[in-house]
């Protein structure tokens, strides 16, 4: 073989080795999203977070890898939404109160006795009303909703005084998070709101800031909010959805399978999550009462229906409210 045919073997062969490398770092590349809540670690949220990230590691073998952040590390809500806005590989446990600031109707997910059981939860997930609110929100505001099977049961008021009816809240500030949803339903229901972050709640009952809150059982011993509050009453005004969101610029990067892989695993670990809560929820209501806390449950659920509804009135998402029920068939 002549020098000049070895040199162009020599190079054809090195062209084709470089031509294989874009599909072999394609192939071989990895993706991390980091994962922000505002609960404690001791929380059945993070557990489930924690299990999700378990899921989709052992299912794309480890292309793919959720890094949870508890108690805020990342930063504040509000901050990390804007910062998912703006496509980065970030996620926040977050809610339809606060989606509501982008997508007005989809606030009703978070209203007042809207939906009241497992089974009406996941009926939304097709509900054609939700689905097209959750494609604006991806379309126009960068927010992919990866999952809203992650429910918290049932809020209830804890305060220091015992809540039988809307008039018992009357002249109490309750602290909510920041959103129109969360603060006219609070408002609907006879008490004032204060928008609060949620390490801020305990430090402001101590300094009377706030007269109580309005939290599910399973965040109380976390958050020690039985040493500073009497009465856990039984309101269950809000059936708390939470949403597990991403960016949507980020979530169009990723290969299909590992899209799939993401929202697959995080519908079954917010199942398996929001069933265990349900079964905890017993348990930490007799902790509570052993604690000192009294637990108040003849609370009149059909006055309580009535007032708020004017959360949907003052709002004007009546309508969209009445749209999903048709849909679900509630």
């Given at each position: 073989?002549?020098?000049?045919?070895?040199a162009?073997?020599?190079?054809?062969?090195?062209?084709?080795?470089?031509?294989?490398?874009?599909?072999?770092?394609?192939?071989?590349?990895?993706?991390?999203?980091?994962?922000?809540?505002v609960?404690?670690p001791?929380?059945?949220?993070?557990?489930g977070?924690?299990?999700w990230?378990?899921?989709?590691?052992?299912?794309?073998?480890?292309?793919?890898?959720?890094d949870v952040?508890?108690?805020a590390?990342?930063?504040?809500?509000?901050?990390?939404?804007?910062?998912?806005?703006q496509?980065a590989?970030?996620?926040?446990?977050?809610?339809?109160?606060?989606?509501?600031?982008?997508?007005?109707?989809?606030?009703v997910?978070?209203?007042p006795?809207?939906?009241?059981?497992?089974?009406?939860?996941?009926?939304?997930?097709?509900?054609?009303?939700?689905?097209k609110?959750?494609?604006?929100?991806?379309?126009?505001?960068?927010?992919?909703?990866?999952?809203?099977?992650?429910?918290?049961?049932?809020r209830?008021?804890?305060?220091?005084?015992?809540?039988?009816?809307?008039?018992?809240?009357?002249?109490?500030?309750i602290?909510?998070p920041?959103?129109?949803?969360?603060?006219?339903?609070?408002?609907?229901?006879?008490?004032?709101?204060?928008?609060?972050a949620f390490?801020?709640?305990?430090?402001?009952?101590?300094?009377?800031?706030?007269d109580?809150?309005?939290?599910v059982?399973?965040?109380?011993?976390?958050?020690?909010?039985?040493?500073?509050?009497?009465?856990?009453?039984?309101?269950k005004?809000?059936?708390?959805?939470?949403?597990?969101?991403?960016?949507?610029?980020w979530?169009?990067s990723?290969?299909?399978?590992?899209q799939?892989?993401?929202?697959?695993?995080?519908?079954?670990?917010?199942?398996?999550?929001?069933?265990?809560?349900?079964?905890l929820?017993?348990?930490?209501?007799?902790?509570?009462?052993?604690r000192?806390?009294?637990?108040?449950?003849?609370?009149?659920?059909?006055a309580?229906r009535?007032?708020?509804?004017?959360?949907y009135?003052?709002?004007?998402?009546?309508?969209?409210?009445?749209?999903?029920?048709?849909?679900?068939?509630?």
């Amino acid at each position: 073989m002549s020098v000049v045919t070895r040199a162009t073997l020599s190079a054809a062969i090195a062209l084709l080795a470089l031509a294989s490398v874009p599909a072999e770092a394609q192939q071989a590349r990895t993706y991390n999203l980091k994962f922000n809540h505002v609960l404690g670690p001791q929380e059945p949220y993070h557990a489930g977070f924690m299990d999700w990230a378990k899921r989709v590691d052992a299912r794309t073998k480890g292309q793919l890898k959720i890094d949870v952040f508890h108690s805020a590390q990342l930063g504040r809500e509000e901050d990390i939404l804007e910062q998912i806005r703006q496509g980065a590989n970030i996620g926040q446990n977050t809610d339809s109160a606060r989606m509501g600031n982008y997508v007005p109707g989809i606030a009703v997910m978070n209203g007042p006795y809207f939906a009241e059981t497992l089974e009406e939860v996941a009926k939304l997930r097709k509900a054609p009303t939700v689905v097209k609110w959750n494609e604006e929100l991806a379309s126009k505001f960068g927010f992919k909703v990866v999952s809203f099977s992650w429910v918290q049961v049932y809020r209830h008021f804890f305060t220091n005084k015992p809540i039988r009816t809307p008039d018992d809240l009357k002249g109490l500030r309750i602290r909510t998070p920041p959103a129109p949803i969360w603060q006219e339903s609070i408002r609907a229901l006879g008490a004032t709101p204060v928008a609060m972050a949620f390490g801020e709640m305990y430090p402001g009952l101590q300094q009377r800031a706030i007269d109580g809150v309005e939290l599910v059982y399973n965040n109380i011993p976390g958050g020690r909010f039985y040493e500073v509050l009497k009465f856990a009453n039984e309101t269950k005004h809000i059936m708390l959805i939470n949403f597990q969101v991403i960016s949507s610029k980020w979530f169009d990067s990723l290969p299909k399978d590992l899209q799939t892989a993401l929202i697959e695993e995080c519908d079954a670990a917010g199942e398996a999550t929001s069933k265990e809560i349900f079964g905890l929820e017993a348990k930490v209501e007799q902790d509570l009462k052993a604690r000192g806390m009294t637990i108040v449950k003849d609370v009149d659920l059909a006055a309580f229906r009535k007032a708020g509804d004017k959360a949907y009135e003052v709002l004007k998402i009546g309508a969209d409210k009445a749209a999903v029920h048709k849909e679900i068939g509630k």
